[in-house]
């Protein structure tokens, strides 16, 4: 089979690495309109450990990654200068550059042809593949060209927020939130390397305009965000890797292909950032079409099937990523909160914990809420 993807960011790779593996006689290629080693954002995060589904499908990338992880067990809430701690969560972080790498080295292995540095502005050039996978991200050009048949929406969030790094290295996935004279402010800062930090920061929309940062320049935007954070940054800076200031694009398609073109990752849908699954669903988009694929020979039914067996599973987090982002967007409504009560009220916010379940996985900080709500 000749299969050509747009994009070699992680769902491109990894299902191009998959279907080479899957059968050497297929032709794969990536093509990437980036050289090998330019990325946006810093580190992303993994919201458990549990990325198991990597080492059953390919355990040589998988031990590749599982080394440079940086891995803790508690979340830490921080809400009028107090620190929460969740326990018991399991968290992971690895820098995207190394993650791509690891990926593109596996792909290189295989015999997966990847050509970077090359602009598709059309399909004509994968015009004789027999499966064309649009892993071409957010603003995806495979979605557009074929948009009548995906019939996609893009819902734009009001909230604002600005991908930065920082040599800080945190002991844990944290979430900082202040209040300040311009508004609401809250940074989502985790370790992914032994001294390196993604430090992303949310606003309401009302706080980005009172705060003017919408005219400020990249070192005027660091300096105000170092400002509002110093405590927590520890007299780090911020680094800037053209980090500007961003809405989220909320993305859904009603059909998943057409013909023999399939999207996959972002293209497909986006996940809000702040349940830390985006990389791990495009990766198991990938893990799932390539199963499809093994299981149906004759494309455009591998494709139907595709969808059919993993849409349920990529709807139920979708309908967790919304009540995340609804409640970061109304994240004032609930400052009034005492530190432990915003704490829980986080935690509960997707609808998918009970707190019997909660009480199972984090039972220090339930004793702690729970004392809390006996006392008041
Ligand atoms: C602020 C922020 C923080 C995030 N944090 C996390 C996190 O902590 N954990 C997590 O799991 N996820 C996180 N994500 C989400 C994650 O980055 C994405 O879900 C993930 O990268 C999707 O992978 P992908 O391969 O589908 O798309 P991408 O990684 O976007 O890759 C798409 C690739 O296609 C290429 N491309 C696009 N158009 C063309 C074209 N016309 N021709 C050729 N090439 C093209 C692009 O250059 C890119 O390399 C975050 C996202 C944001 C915005």
């Known amino acids: 089979m000749k299969i050509g993807v747009v994009g070699g960011g992680p769902a491109g790779l990894y299902f191009a690495l998959l279907m080479k593996k899957q059968d050497r006689g297929h032709d794969v290629k990536v093509v990437e309109q980036n050289p090998p080693d330019a990325t946006y954002g810093w580190g992303v995060v993994f919201s458990d450990r549990a990325l198991s589904f990597l080492e059953a499908s390919d355990p040589d990338s998988y031990h590749d990654i599982e080394r440079v992880l940086q891995t803790w067990d508690d979340q830490a809430i921080v809400h009028r200068g107090q620190s929460v701690r969740v326990d018991g969560l399991g968290f992971s972080g690895i820098a995207r550059l190394e993650l791509l790498r690891i990926l593109q080295d596996r792909c290189r292995r295989l015999g997966v042809r990847l050509q970077f540095g090359t602009r598709l502005t059309d399909l004509a050039p994968l015009g004789d593949c027999d499966l064309v996978v649009g892993a071409d991200g957010v603003n995806s050009l495979v979605r557009e060209i074929h948009r009548e048949h995906f019939r996609p929406s893009v819902e734009v969030l009001s909230n604002r927020y600005v991908w930065y790094g920082t040599a800080q290295p945190f002991a844990c996935l944290t979430l900082t939130f202040r209040e300040h004279r311009d ?78 073109v399939v999207l996959i990752g972002d293209a497909l849908r986006t996940v809000h950032f702040s349940i830390g699954s985006g990389t791990r669903m495009a990766l198991e988009d990938a893990v799932a079409l390539a199963r499809a694929c093994a299981a149906t020979p004759e494309v455009s039914a591998a494709l139907r099937e595709f969808e059919r067996a993993h849409r349920p599973a990529v709807d139920k987090r979708l309908g967790v990523a919304a009540r995340s982002f609804l409640w ?49």
């Open 328 to 376: 970061y967007e109304r994240m004032r409504e609930t400052l009034r909160l005492t530190p432990v009560a915003f704490a829980y009220d986080y935690m509960m916010r997707g609808g998918s914990l009970s707190p019997e379940r909660l009480r199972e996985r984090s039972p220090k900080f339930a004793a702690a809420y729970e004392a809390e709500r006996a006392r008041s």
């Open 183 to 260: 508004g609401v402010f809250v940074a989502h800062h985790y370790r992914y390397a032994a001294a390196a930090s993604t430090f992303i920061v949310e606003c309401d929309a009302p706080t980005w305009a009172a705060a003017g940062l919408g005219g400020a320049s990249d070192d005027e935007s660091r300096r105000y965000c170092e400002d509002v954070f110093g405590d927590a940054l520890g007299g780090h800076r911020l680094l800037s890797n053209k980090s500007t200031w961003l809405t989220f694009k909320v993305v859904t398609n009603e059909r998943w292909s057409h013909d023999n």
